[in-house]
């Protein structure tokens, strides 16, 4: 079946290092993907998304590479802070799917002081 | 603005009982879709809904039942309780379809313990 799922499902980085968490996708017919952050207790935290007709794309902090060619999705952090400590996964939407979104098993990133 | 609200936050039921969660959305959001979350699981798509009618089904039993309401807010039903529902029950919304641009948010959910 068709899957997102993630490379590694633990990162830990020092504070200030940038962090990156990487994701595989396998539905080729997904146009939009997202990256949610969940910490501890609490619902998954939108992050940045993007669409498949572009490449990366920036917010404050977090730049999001999607790599179409080998179905390739990261979510890059800089300059990691204790508050960053969460589990991130990243999601697709498929063409058509309407609001279902697929989730991935999730990575989680510990934030080392 | 208030985000997606869900109610309760945690309850315990017995197995056999019946549960109904409850959400709204934010305010202007039409869409809402129901996920379950299992312990050190990513969330599972279980409903969506749009303007009152289904417009998904994820790969869940007939014991699971949602509806919308006239003013967009939504309950999730889980009859006949099985202790391998105990899970968070998470409720997003958007504006409408992700397709045309619109991004999805999560609320903090309700914590379901089946004993």
């Known amino acids: 079946g068709e899957s997102v799922g993630l490379h590694l499902p633990t990162l830990s980085v020092q504070e200030g290092d940038n962090s990156i968490i990487n994701c595989a996708y396998s539905?080729?017919?997904?146009?939009?993907f997202i990256w949610y952050k969940q910490e501890s207790g609490k619902g998954p935290q939108f992050i940045i998304d993007i669409r498949s007709n572009m490449d990366k794309r920036q917010g404050q902090r977090v730049t999001v590479l999607l790599n179409k060619t080998v179905k390739h999705l990261s979510l890059q952090i800089a300059a990691t802070q204790p508050g960053d400590s969460a589990v991130y996964f990243c999601a697709e939407n498929p063409r058509g799917g309407y609001q279902k979104v697929t989730f991935g098993t999730g990575t989680k990133l510990q934030v080392i002081p | 603005d208030a985000g997606v609200t869900q109610s309760p936050t945690h309850l315990i039921k017995t197995r056999g009982q019946h549960v109904t969660l409850r959400c709204s959305p934010i305010?202007?959001?039409?869409?809402v879709s129901w996920y379950q979350q299992v312990l050190g699981q990513g969330p599972q798509f279980i409903f969506q809904y749009y303007e009152k009618e289904e417009r998904g089904r994820g790969n869940f039993p007939d014991r699971f039942s949602a509806r919308q309401f006239p003013n967009y807010s939504s309950e999730l039903n889980v009859n006949a309780l099985l202790l391998g529902d105990s899970a968070l029950y998470l409720c997003?919304?958007?504006?409408?379809?992700?397709?045309?641009?619109?991004?999805?948010?999560f609320g903090e959910g309700s914590w379901l313990t089946v004993v």
């Open positions: 305010s202007g959001h039409k869409s």
């Open positions: 997003a919304s958007s504006l409408g379809f992700v397709s045309s641009g619109n991004t999805i948010y």
């Open positions: 539905n080729s017919a997904s146009d939009y």
